[in-house]
């Protein structure tokens, strides 16, 4: 199990976003996540809204950037973090986020992962997708020498996306 953060309070709710590309599901963690038109949208279609990553998805401002066509929307709770130095490989299968700094795109959601040095500095990331279940590879050179940021996971609820609409819709009529 990774380390708790004290910095965090245990009830502190977070969105983890899903959107994919290139046929890869990328993830973003955000305290944030705003509908960009929520007057396009009510309670009941979000209440019946299926995640897949076949539809089109929503396009959603977070606490640092707008991503477009997200799918699927949890509600978490950060449990514990860490970084691929101190916890290279993930001790069981849970909801594991890794975030590299240096790439704002990397950023994953993984069952389990293994990060493991190579020759010359370089490293492998092996992750297991959270929600596709496949396993990804990526390779860096030692030109990339951070280390993974890690956030371990708990999901509070599978569709946050009627939560983002409201929030949403309340933030759009306080400016109206």
Known sequence: MLAADNAKSSTDVWYLLV??????????LSRTAKLLEPQHFNDEFF?????????MGFDISTD??????????WMVR????????????????????????????????AKKYNVTPLKGGARRIVYTDFQDGKENVIDLSADWPRP??????E????????EIWAASKRSREAVH
């Open 47 to 55: 209440s019946r809204y299926q995640p897949s990553s076949r539809q």
């Open 19 to 28: 959107r994919r590309a290139e046929g890869k599901n990328y993830y973003e």
């Open 148 to 153: 993974w940021q890690i956030y371990e996971i």
């Open 155 to 162: 999901i509070l609820k599978a569709n946050a996306f009627v």
């Open 78 to 109: 950060v449990v514990g973090t860490s970084d691929s130095v101190k916890t290279p490989t993930s001790a069981k299968d849970f909801a594991y986020v890794l975030t590299y700094p240096r790439n704002p795109d990397w950023k994953f959601c």
């Open 64 to 73: 640092s950037t707008v991503r477009y066509g997200v799918y699927q929307a």
